[in-house]
C-alpha cells in the first residue's frame, strides 16, 4: 500500500466510524432477518432454496465496499510518505586526473579513456536542475566548465581531455573549490547556496608538490574544502600492477589509495576504490543517487485512492451480480 509517515488532514479518519457504524448496522439487520427467518420458515424447504454457502458469500461485497471506503477515508486524510525524489538545487564539480600515468592499460582499453566513458555516463544521469562544472588537471589545472546546468559543455569537454605531464592534486581541488564560490556568490553567499560536492578521480599520485602538505598541496586543499563546507568524494582508479611506457621504458604507476582516501576523510567526504570500468561505473552510480537525490515527505494518496476504487467498484459489481441489488 505504501509508506505512510503522517497524515496532513487526520479528521477525516473520522469518516471510517461512519463506515463501522454501517457495517454494524448491517450486521444487525442481517441477524434480525435470519431470526425472522427461521422463526417462520420451514427448515427443510429454507435448506433447499437457500444453502448455507450462499449465505457466506453474499457478504463479500458488503466487506469489500466497507474496506474500499476505509481506505478512501485515509486517503481523504493525506497520507504523508518518504519518497525519493531528484534535487532541484545542488552544485557538482567532477574533478579529473589527466596526467600520463592516466595512460595506463591496467584498465581497458586505459585508465584515461574508461574514465571518460564513466564520467559521461555520470553527467548523463545527474537530475537536470544540477549545476555541474568540470575541472581536469595534470601538472597545472584548468576549469574546462564553470558549474552550469548545460550536460553538453560537460560532455564535449570530457570527450577533448588530453594527457599531459605530472600531476597537481591540490591545484584540481583549488580550482574546484573557487569555481563553487563563484556560483555561490552569484547566488547570495555560501549560507544561501545550494549544496555543494567536488567528485575527485584519479589514480591517486600526486608529484606537484611532492608534499601533501604542502600549502598548494592535496592535504591542504582539503582542508580548505572543509573549511567551505565542500566535501571531496574520491574515486581511486587504476591497479597497483599499473604501468605506462614512456621513452621505451616501462613506469611504474601503482594506484595510490591512501592518499586520496585521506583527502576524502579531511574534506568530509567519501573513499571509493574502483580497479575496473564496472567498478568506476558503480562508485559514479553510488554518488549520483546520493547528491542526485533527496528523500522528501510528500504526498502519498494516490496508492490509497486507486486500491479503494478497486475494491470499491468489485463491491457495488459483486452486489449486483451476486444478490441482484446492492448491500
Given at each position: ?30 441477524r ?6 427461521l ?35 485515509v486517503?481523504?486524510?493525506?497520507p ?28 581497458s ?13 555520470f553527467?548523463?544521469?545527474?537530475p537536470?536542475?544540477?549545476?555541474l ?17 548545460d ?17 597537481a ?9 573557487q ?58 582508479f ?17 594506484v595510490?589509495d ?14 571509493f ?40 467498484v ?14
Amino acid at each position: 500500500m505504501g509508506g505512510l509517515t503522517s497524515l496532513a488532514t487526520p479528521i477525516w479518519l473520522l469518516g471510517i466510524l461512519v463506515v463501522l457504524a454501517i457495517v454494524a448496522g448491517y450486521v444487525y439487520n442481517e441477524r434480525r432477518r435470519e431470526k425472522r427467518a427461521l422463526k417462520f420458515a420451514n427448515m427443510s424447504v429454507l435448506d433447499s432454496v437457500a444453502p448455507p454457502g450462499r449465505n457466506r458469500w453474499r457478504h463479500v461485497p458488503i466487506a469489500l465496499l466497507s474496506i474500499g471506503l476505509i481506505l478512501m477515508m485515509v486517503a481523504l486524510s493525506g497520507p504523508q510518505a518518504m519518497r525519493k525524489v531528484p534535487r532541484s538545487k545542488a552544485t557538482v564539480v567532477l574533478v579529473i586526473d589527466t596526467s600520463l600515468s592516466m595512460q595506463a592499460t591496467d584498465v581497458s582499453p586505459n585508465r584515461l579513456d574508461a574514465a571518460k566513458e564513466a564520467a559521461k555516463k555520470f553527467v548523463g544521469e545527474l537530475p537536470a536542475g544540477m549545476n555541474l562544472g568540470i575541472v581536469s588537471f595534470a601538472g597545472t589545472a584548468q576549469l574546462l566548465v564553470s558549474p552550469t546546468p548545460d550536460r553538453s559543455l560537460a560532455t564535449n569537454a570530457i570527450d577533448h581531455l588530453d594527457l599531459a605531464q605530472r600531476t597537481a592534486t591540490g591545484e584540481g581541488i583549488y580550482a574546484a573549490i573557487q569555481s563553487i564560490k563563484n556560483i555561490r556568490d552569484v547566488l547570495g553567499g555560501k549560507d544561501n547556496a545550494p549544496p555543494a560536492r567536488i567528485i575527485l578521480e584519479s589514480d591517486g599520485k600526486q608529484t606537484v608538490p611532492t608534499d601533501l602538505d604542502d600549502p598548494r598541496g592535496g592535504f591542504t586543499a582539503a582542508r580548505k574544502a572543509k573549511e567551505e563546507g565542500i566535501p571531496i568524494s574520491t574515486i581511486s582508479f587504476g591497479t597497483p600492477g599499473g604501468t605506462v611506457n614512456i621513452e621505451g621504458q616501462n613506469i611504474p604507476v601503482p594506484v595510490d589509495d591512501a592518499s586520496l582516501k585521506k583527502i576524502a576523510d579531511l574534506s568530509g567526504g567519501q573513499f571509493f576504490s574502483a580497479s575496473s570500468l564496472s567498478d568506476l561505473n558503480e562508485a559514479y552510480g553510488t554518488l549520483r543517487d546520493e547528491i542526485g537525490w533527496e528523500m522528501q515527505k510528500g504526498d502519498n494518496s494516490r496508492v490509497w485512492v486507486l486500491w479503494g476504487t478497486v475494491l470499491l467498484v468489485l463491491g457495488a459489481a459483486g452486489a449486483v451480480a451476486y444478490n441482484r441489488r446492492l448491500p
